[in-house]
């Protein structure tokens, strides 16, 4: 069928809109690339923003842990009460980021190297390892051990050369 030309079908009263063409092979063909396509790039899409942000969390998670530690750690009054700030600022961390609170690693160390740490006048280097979990992976055959991101955050703190006086 030879298409007519816009300004001849309206000299004649014909819209050229109301023309409907049964033999195009490619009509409603967009729609299901679009369905198709949007489906395939959006789907990993959203996979890698959600992945993304769990990641951050972690390293939030991991960071703040760690500083937050240190700093409780060095304004603390002695060993004892240095122990029990660690523990409960790394509970609370720990609660706030999401994170699993058995494959959070905890190192202190202190510079320079004494006998025992934290002492007075060190600087306490706190680093705080963790592991994000990515989604959706099913614990099938080992997996979920597998789709696992190591995340670790270091801080340093100078404790007080009164530290442990009183």
């Known amino acids: 069928m030879r298409r007519s030309n816009p300004s001849t079908e309206r000299a004649l009263g014909v819209d050229p809109r109301d023309r409907v063409e049964q ?5 409603g063909a ?3 690339e679009f369905i198709l396509v949007g489906l395939v790039l959006l789907v990993p899409l959203v996979y890698l923003v ?4 769990i990641l951050q969390e972690q390293a939030l998670g991991a960071e703040a842990g760690a500083r937050h530690i240190a700093r409780a750690v060095s304004t603390a009054s002695g060993p004892d009460d240095a122990r029990a700030r660690a523990d409960r600022v790394m509970a609370a961390v720990a609660d706030e980021y999401g994170m699993d609170g058995a494959s959070v690693d905890l190192a202190l160390e202190c ?3 004494g006998a025992e740490c934290p002492e007075a006048g060190a600087t306490i ?3 705080l390892r963790a592991q994000a979990r990515l989604p959706l992976v099913p614990s099938i055959l ?3 051990d597998i789709a696992v991101i190591p995340v670790e ?3 340093a703190q100078k404790v007080s050369r009164f530290w ?3």
């Open 23 to 27: 033999d195009d092979p490619e009509r």
């Open 30 to 32: 967009a729609v299901l």
């Open 125 to 127: 280097v706190v680093t």
């Open 164 to 166: 442990g006086a009183g």
């Open 111 to 113: 510079v320079p190297r």
């Open 142 to 144: 080992g997996l979920g």
């Open 50 to 53: 959600v992945t993304l942000g």
């Open 153 to 155: 955050a270091s801080s």
